[in-house]
């Protein structure tokens, strides 16, 4: 019913930036709050930075200053700039959105699949 589209990952130097997208699609009434999480190998899944409809946001302490999290809501999409990369930034990144859903207006979690973001030189 509603999908999660994720790009943007790849490899990057420590010091770089990328850009983090995910769209929503599908049966969609209205989007909740959105977040981005990281799940490292050997770690929990972790909250990394989250957004409100109403763009209220807040973020892990370990990102603070150097992630932005944003959302176009007219696009379904959130975004998260990652600037000043370091090795430990490096996870599979998840997209998450609470959806209200067209017709049952029902509201839900659903995550995206996951883009590999790795910092290293």
């Known amino acids: 019913q509603v999908q999660l589209v994720e790009s943007g990952g790849g490899l990057v130097q420590p010091g770089g930036s990328l850009r983090l997208s995910c769209a929503a699609s599908?049966?969609?009434?209205?989007?909740?709050?959105m977040g981005w999480y990281r799940q490292a190998p050997g770690k929990q899944r972790e909250l990394v930075a989250a957004i409100s409809r109403g763009a209220s946001t807040n973020y892990a302490d370990s990102v603070k200053g150097r992630f932005t999290i944003s959302r176009d809501n007219a696009k379904n999409t959130v975004y998260l700039q990652m600037n000043s990369l370091k090795p430990e930034d490096t996870a599979v990144y998840y997209c998450n959105a609470d959806v209200t859903v067209q017709y049952s207006y029902r509201t839900r979690s659903y995550w995206g699949q996951g883009t590999q973001v790795t910092v290293s030189s």
């Open positions: 599908g049966s969609i009434f209205s989007i909740n709050a």
